[in-house]
């Protein structure tokens, strides 16, 4: 398949817009970015439409996908049973990162749900992905547009880099803002659930609804996929990453230059820059930026150069969404 790149950077053309929802209300699947990561979207009421997701980005049928829509009404007519707490949270994050898990009412592909009997809807907040939902005129069931495993695509060149040839278009927005997924959260209950950790905090969601706000601790054994992240492993680079405290750090390294491993560094702590590896690179001290830059960092590191990255741990350990992706992507904890 011929994958069409589409320039939306500067500016939004009408032509462009159309010609994507075009695309979409065909059949055809795309990618485009939102305010957390590239997605790839495909009209999630037609069923042959999001099976071409499952088999772009290899995704196993029994991981459940999240929905876009563009507006509150939108997200009502794909629900049902909703708790007072919802419309609070609405008004308090949406449009934005956060992605609620509610009764499904029928009206998506069964695909999309993997057999559960509920949903996951978000509103984004992106002038290209609203823009896209709009003139579709169509819900878009949208997981993340990398193949399955990897960390997600934060530049339209990651989603090149995976799915050039599977897709029908690629919408190029330029850099995503936020640079990790949404959270998402399990509305089903007498209080909110975070299934997924991410820019919306239990902290806001407590705030905001007057309710406790838990974090779910994923059970791999026995875990419910009501979302996307709690069965597969997630966020996985090309080579073995491997989260180390920074007191153990040097006699990793040693042990890895022993095995004649090519070696990467991944640190924020000033001391650590010392240490002689093959390749280095430091985290920001802002953890806005980290989040906005980690895909790309753990996409960076390749085969051809190097065997193993150690990455300092934790990181932000106030941060429940960089360790959750930290802590999915690695093969190793050593703490």
């Not at 934005?96 to 999309?112: E, F, H, S």
């Not at 920001?284 to 960092?297: F, S």
């Amino acid at each position: 398949m011929e994958t069409v790149i589409i320039d939306m950077k500067d500016e939004l053309k009408e032509q462009d817009i159309k010609r994507v929802a075009k695309l979409l209300r065909s059949g055809e699947i795309v990618a485009f970015p939102t305010e957390t990561v590239y997605g790839v979207g495909a009209d999630a009421t037609n069923e042959a439409a999001v099976q071409k997701i499952f088999q772009a980005k290899g995704r196993p049928g029994d991981n459940p996908l999240n929905v876009l829509v563009a507006s509150k009404e939108e997200l009502y007519e794909l629900v049902q049973d909703v708790p007072e707490y919802v419309e609070k949270m609405l008004d308090a994050f949406s449009p934005g990162p956060i992605t609620y898990v509610l009764k499904n009412k029928g009206r998506v592909a069964k695909t999309v749900t993997a057999g559960l009997p509920t949903l996951g809807v978000r509103i984004p907040d992106h002038p290209v992905a609203l823009s896209i939902i709009r003139e579709a005129k169509v819900p878009l069931a949208a997981p993340s547009a990398n193949r399955s495993g990897k960390p997600s695509p934060t530049k339209a060149e990651h989603v090149i880099e995976d799915l050039y040839g599977r897709i029908a278009a690629i919408v190029d927005g330029g850099a995503t803002n936020i640079g990790l997924e949404s959270t998402v959260v399990d509305c089903t209950g007498d209080h909110p659930v975070i299934l997924r950790p991410g820019a919306i905090t239990a902290e806001q969601i407590a705030d905001a609804t007057g309710l406790s706000c838990t974090v779910y601790e994923k059970k791999a054994a026995n875990a419910k996929t009501q979302a996307p992240a709690l069965k597969y492993k997630h966020y996985t680079p090309e080579v073995p990453l491997i989260l180390v405290n920074v007191e153990k750090m040097e006699m990793e390294i040693l042990k890895a230059k022993a095995e004649n491993k090519r070696i990467a560094l991944i640190y924020q702590t000033a001391e650590l820059a010392q240490l002689e590896v093959d390749e280095k690179l430091r985290l920001g001290d802002d953890e806005v930026e980290v989040a906005q830059q980690l895909y790309e960092i753990l996409r960076s590191f390749k085969n051809e150069k190097v065997d193993v990255v150690f990455c300092e741990y934790p990181i932000f350990e106030h941060n429940q969404a960089i360790i959750n992706r930290l802590t999915e992507a690695a093969a190793k904890i050593i703490e």
